[in-house]
């Protein structure tokens, strides 16, 4: 996944700027496990991280915004999230597997980040689109650069993995089973259900 340099448009920080995010950032990751996110409030992370609520607003205009936030942190700052198989199928599937163990590594982020992208929050928007668009990178990449992606294909992967990080937000299965079922949807968008 490509680097994210703060994805917070409203200005370029200075390096004592993206010290207080990073420590809102830190922060907000600590009192998320501790408390999970119906308790979490930017308020009290603003305490913990030694700075005002209206200093942390300025960087994160809502909860929901800091957790989509923190979810893009999390899933761009993987290493080695690589595709080797010998098949886009193949690849697909790895990749899939990857991001699945990721995300359930972190299952107090992944709850927050599954209510926060379901928000209307334009700050959440935008980043609910760039993280759609990293993936749509990511599926091009494992599939190869030498074959020609149709969207549908794109839009249906895309809607697979959000739809499974849904459904296992909501308990609906068991998420250290999110890569298996992930690696059949992959097996039937590329090859169909026989």
Known sequence: MSGHVAALPRKRLNSRQMETVERLYAEAAAVLEE???EQLSIRVVAARAGVSPATAYTYFASKDHLFAELFLRHIEGAEGLDATG???TARLQQWMRQI???ISQ???LAAAANRSML????????LRLLIGSLWDEAFREAIGTDV???P???MTLRFALSGALLQAGAGMFNAE???DYLADAVDVIMNGAD
């Open 152 to 154: 549908r294909v794109l």
């Open 106 to 108: 972190a299952p107090a």
């Open 119 to 126: 928000g209307t929050d334009p700050e959440v928007e935008r």
């Open 177 to 179: 089973k999110l890569g």
């Open 86 to 88: 010998d098949t886009p």
């Open 100 to 102: 699945a163990a990721l």
């Open 35 to 37: 408390v999970g996110h």
């Open 148 to 150: 020609e992606v149709e």
